[in-house]
């Protein structure tokens, strides 16, 4: 199927996903009729709910009788009773990335941002400055932004930006007009088989750009510089180490960490810019977005002021709260790169000491990337690493454990402990930790829940302490 011609009732299996329910609001704006299903509710099928979709937890065979497609995500096995229904009554099935690639095919400036790392933020940024341009452009992100109040905006005009995910090689069913790659490292090995079979992937997305459309590239990157240089399209670079196109002089930090600095363009400066996010990876970020921006004529004084007004998205660098000076911070930081990235921000925020709960997210990974996370947490006081998330993406096979990577962090930087329950994580950090500190929850699992956790618990012995 290359079309929704003649399609009007649209079912999504796994409807609360993050582009899922993008992809669904996208669909209940254009006037089509939709359905969904999830295991859980959440304020994401709430608010789909409130739009007019017609969404039943859990799944069940059922729901797919009288749609017209039935769109998944990789997430959905192939035994789902939806899917299996929708194949009994020969209910065209698509999987996530080829209907997204049908709404972008759509539209002519689809602007695609790939990257093993920093997709949600760079996105982010982009679409601010694009919404601020007053290009009404259509957003689907991987993240929460205020400024569109979650995570799909839906305009009028030709352009759709969006994340361009590389696990199972999704990305390849895009149709980007404009394509960035911020960076080409290994990832997802339970997928991919080693690094040259993800830089094979990225060379394909590359290619899916028109000769007259544009690759932003990140020169510090050594695997995108090679991918880009078997492109045929138009390259734009940027970097703070490389000579690239665009670069980043004269950089200074705050005193809560967050950069200003002047842009050059091909050795010319065009504006000084300042961010209110910290951190040397979200200048790289700014960079590519500005890139992008200017290609397509945005004024740099909307691009700087679009900038200045980004405070990040959901789970990144997302300050939680302060108990007692305590700040607790939560980061979706999974790999040892955005770790690494994480805590080198963190040095520039004022603290006394920094503590990082840290949430492996499978098994592959952390079997794969072991000696990379093993060196990650050199820029932690402390480091608590628990157990080992994968959900049902992967089965424990015993051969990786939490307890093994404590082993060889504190090999390297000797401050590590391991603990399994989120309840005793809490308790220790409430007991220990002290004014001044700042505690990040990190991972891409359900570690998020553990903010709330240690702020209730510092609050409930502050008040202990004062009675």
Known sequence: ??????????????????????????????????????????KIIDRLSNKGAKITIPHDSKNVEGSELVVYTAAVKNDNPELVRAGELAIPVMDRAEFLGIIMKSHHYGIAISGCHGKTTTTSMVSLIFK??????????????????????????????????????SFLKFYPYVGAILNVEEDHLDYFKDIDHIMSAFHKFAKLIPKDGTLVVCADNENAMKVADMSECNILTYGLDKEADYTAKNIVFNRLGHPSFDVYFRN?????LSLNIPGKHNILNSLASI??????????????????????????????????????????????????????????????????????????RTRTLFNDFAKAFYNADKAII?????????????????RDLVNEVNNNSNN???????????????????PGDIVFTMGAGDVFKLGQMILDKIKGNKCISCA
């Open 1 to 42: 199927m290359a079309s929704l011609d003649n399609i009007k009732n649209i079912h999504f299996v796994g409807i609360g996903g993050i582009s899922m329910s993008g992809l669904a609001e996208i669909m209940l704006t254009a006037g089509y009729h939709v359905t969904g299903s999830d295991l859980n509710s959440s």
């Open 132 to 169: 601020n341009a007053c290009l009404d452009p259509t957003i689907l992100l991987g993240g929460e932004l205020d400024a569109i109040d979650g995570n799909v905006l839906v305009g009028k005009s030709d352009y759709f930006i969006t994340e361009a995910c590389e696990y199972y090689e």
């Open 268 to 272: 010319e400066e065009i504006g000084a």
């Open 291 to 364: 890139a992008i921006a200017r290609n397509a004529g945005i004024d740099m004084e909307i691009i700087k002021s679009s900038l200045l007004e980004f405070r990040g998205t959901y789970r990144r660098f997302d300050i939680q709260g302060t108990q007692n000076d305590i700040t607790v911070i939560d980061d979706y930081a999974h790999h040892p790169t955005e770790i690494r990235a994480t805590l080198d921000a963190a040095v520039q925020f004022p603290h006394k000491r920094v503590w990082c709960i840290f949430q492996p997210h499978t098994y592959s």
């Open 386 to 402: 628990a157990d080992i998330y994968s959900a049902s993406r992967e089965k424990d096979n015993g051969d990786i454990h939490s």
């Open 416 to 434: 590590a402990i391991y603990m399994k329950d989120f309840e005793e994580i809490a308790d220790l950090i409430a007991r220990e930790a002290e």
